[in-house]
């Protein structure tokens, strides 16, 4: 009865994290057009026009972009390697195993050289997927707890949660480049050398101002509202799969205990480990700003299973 | 006007029994695609047990039935991988573990033997494909249960029934396992 749940929560994130990826190039393709637009009126007014398809555009060249070659990017920057033939064959086979449960292709295996015990899936769909996990992994966790962690990825896998987070990994970027882009240009007097006497020149300004310092902070908020319930999902997913909740808590407990920083994850690749790799989260603003639940609650819902 | 009416209608209801025969159809090809999962497990351990067979017997020659009892078992599951049912499969394969389970016991015996690289190799290797059995067995078996439950339960019985949809077959193998008493000979 339970695997049956489980196979219909399956289906059900999967349905639910295609309107994600639509909801998301449309508001991404929204905050960009207006900025776009703003940013035109600004320079040149009545050239906001003009922007809105060279914004379109763009938007959708990094949409394209990072559904199709997202995936490599990310592993590029977080200086994974394809292992040789032979190297971790325990791995291999946990991989393989799992993904013959979930009736998938086994995803590839990437290395990453870093003794932190972290790891993260990529990609768009289960035939383009990779899993990447650091050397500190495989050497802290047992099989079991490997096995839990792996399982989770996997789960994220599955539910196509990957796509979804790839999207709004790359999208935000672009939507913080662009901002921070906006700004530099005002710096140095956009709006200073031609502003007195027009009279609507102000208000746009302003405006566009508050545009370009409110879209990232926007863009980061839905990136965390979308990544946090998935955690607990794939948790639970994933201790379905391997049918022992403990393994994974106990891979949670080793890992939460680890102070050591992922040196190759950066703010914009956080949300995508299976821990936060950052240990240096701010407390202030808990709730709201962390990319991942905190470990504690993970593990206290693995133990209730 | 009067004669569009009753054409919406019965386009509407063609659609809706398309709709639910392409459901069982695919439901029914879930089925399939699970089961050459466990096919092609089943076969790569058919594969290593020569092998294994070849390195034990290496160390103990003399443990001579229990090398005939795993290369008869090993040839009954391959037999029924040809022509069998899932449940007969289930069966042989059942056999061939308990089989398989007596040379591992005999292996225990021979120190040397456990230090050999080949048979570590082969072990590790059995092992992980028992493990990868286990779990498309049950990919299979839920997938088995998606679509025999789709054949019970309204409206798609109504279909299935009318183009002769059959229930699939579980695979039953821990079950069967924890049923059969291993045949231990050291003769």
């Known amino acids: 009865m339970a695997a049956a749940q489980s196979r219909l929560n399956i289906y059900d994130a999967v349905a639910a994290n295609r309107w994600r990826t639509i909801a998301l190039i449309v508001m991404f393709t929204g905050i960009l057009t207006a900025l776009g637009y703003v940013v035109g009126e600004v320079f040149a007014p009545g050239g906001g026009v003009a922007m809105v398809p060279i914004a379109l555009g763009l938007s ?3 949409a394209t972009a990072s559904y199709f070659a997202g995936d490599k990017l990310v ?21 393989e195993t799992l993904s013959i449960g979930l009736g998938i292709a086994p995803p590839k ?17 289960p035939k383009h997927a990779s899993i990447a996990v650091t050397r500190g992994l495989l ?12 399982a989770h990825e996997l789960s994220h896998v599955v539910n196509r949660d990957i796509r979804v987070m790839l999207l709004v990994t790359v999208l935000v970027g672009t939507v913080a480049l662009l901002s921070d882009w906006m700004l530099r240009s005002f710096a140095w007097g956009g709006g200073g050398r031609r502003g007195r ?4 020149g102000g208000m746009i300004v302003i405006v566009a101002l508050a545009l370009a310092i409110l879209t990232p902070i926007v863009a980061t908020l839905i990136q965390l509202a979308v990544s946090r319930q998935r955690e607990y999902l794939a948790d639970a997913s994933g201790a379905l799969l391997t049918r022992y909740p403990p393994g994974l808590a106990s891979a949670l407990r080793k890992i939460a205990a680890d102070k050591e920083a992922l040196e190759v994850a950066n703010k914009a690749t956080a949300s995508l480990y299976f821990a936060n790799p950052l240990k240096d989260a701010p407390r202030a603003l808990d709730g709201l700003f962390d990319t991942h639940p905190p470990i504690a609650e993970r593990i206290r819902r693995l133990e209730a299973m | 006007m ?3 009416i009753p054409v919406i209608i019965i386009a509407l209801v063609v659609a809706f029994i398309v709709g639910l025969y392409n459901r069982l159809v695919t439901l029914r090809q879930r089925v399939r695609e699970a089961w050459s999962d466990i096919d092609v497990q089943l076969k790569r351990r058919h594969d290593l ?6 390195t034990v017997k290496g160390y103990a020659a003399h443990e001579r039935g229990v090398f005939e009892n795993v290369t008869k078992a090993r040839a009954a599951a391959v037999a029924a991988g040809q022509t069998g049912t899932p449940q007969e499969r289930a069966v042989a394969e059942n056999q061939l573990t308990a089989a398989l389970r007596t040379v591992f016991a005999v292996a225990e015996n021979y120190p040397q033997l456990q230090a050999v690289q080949e048979f570590k190799d082969l072990s590790e290797n059995l092992t992980a494909t028992e493990d990868k059995i286990a779990f498309a067995r049950r990919f299979y078996n839920g997938n088995v249960r998606d679509y025999n439950t789709a054949l019970q339960t309204v409206p798609t019985n109504i279909i299935a029934g009318t183009f002769g949809f059959t229930p699939e077959q579980y695979f039953e193998l821990a079950d069967a396992t924890e049923r059969e008493v291993p045949k231990v000979s050291f003769t």
């Open chain 1, 109 to 125: 295996i990437y290395l990453i050289d870093d003794t932190a015990p972290n790891a993260f899936a990529t990609g768009r769909d």
């Open chain 1, 75 to 95: 592993l590029a920057q977080s200086q994974a390697r394809e292992p040789a033939p032979g190297e971790e064959p325990q791995l291999r086979n946990i991989v």
């Open chain 2, 2 to 4: 009067e004669i569009l």
């Open chain 1, 197 to 200: 006497d027009r009279g609507g």
């Open chain 1, 139 to 150: 050497d802290k966790l047992d099989r079991t707890e490997l096995e839990g962690v792996i």
């Open chain 1, 60 to 62: 959708g060249v990094s």
């Open chain 2, 49 to 54: 047990i020569p092998n294994l067979v070849e």
